[in-house]
């Protein structure tokens, strides 16, 4: 059975880190992509970042130079580091996965995790 589980969400002042992990389970990564996304009140859901089953990385204008993704294929892990964080990356954050070598990061990710807050305040 597939699952990924989602943690390390919280609140946070703006400048501030989080490091977001997804354990996965019941399938082999290394044959799958890894997506993050979130979605925040009233928008539609965004493909924040990606890494392919070779590490091949796409991040999304809003978020690049400030969060890196990461893998550990051994350990089932996957994980979002997240620096100088603002307002407006407060949302509902998603891990998610999909069977394939290529790199993408939207359409087609077919599992995934309940979702962690993240909630970035003063």
Do not use: H
């Not at 992990?21 to 924040?48: H, M, T």
């Not at 392919?52 to 089932?76: C, H, L, M, P, Q």
Request: aromatic share 12%; charged share 20%.
């Amino acid at each position: 059975q597939v699952q990924l589980v989602e943690s390390g969400g919280g609140l946070v002042q703006p400048g501030g880190s989080l490091r977001l992990s997804c354990a996965a389970s019941g399938f082999n990564l290394d044959y799958y992509g890894i997506g993050w996304f979130r979605q925040a009140p009233g928008k539609e859901r965004e493909g924040v970042s990606c890494i392919s089953s070779d590490g091949r990385r796409y991040y999304a204008d809003s978020v690049k130079g400030r969060f890196t993704i990461s893998r550990d294929n051994a350990e089932k892990m996957a994980y979002l580091q997240m620096n100088s964080l603002k307002p407006e990356d407060t949302a509902i954050y998603y891990c998610a996965t999909r069977y394939g070598l290529g790199l993408k990061c939207g359409g087609d990710y077919r599992y995934w995790g309940q979702g962690t807050q993240v909630t970035v305040s003063s």
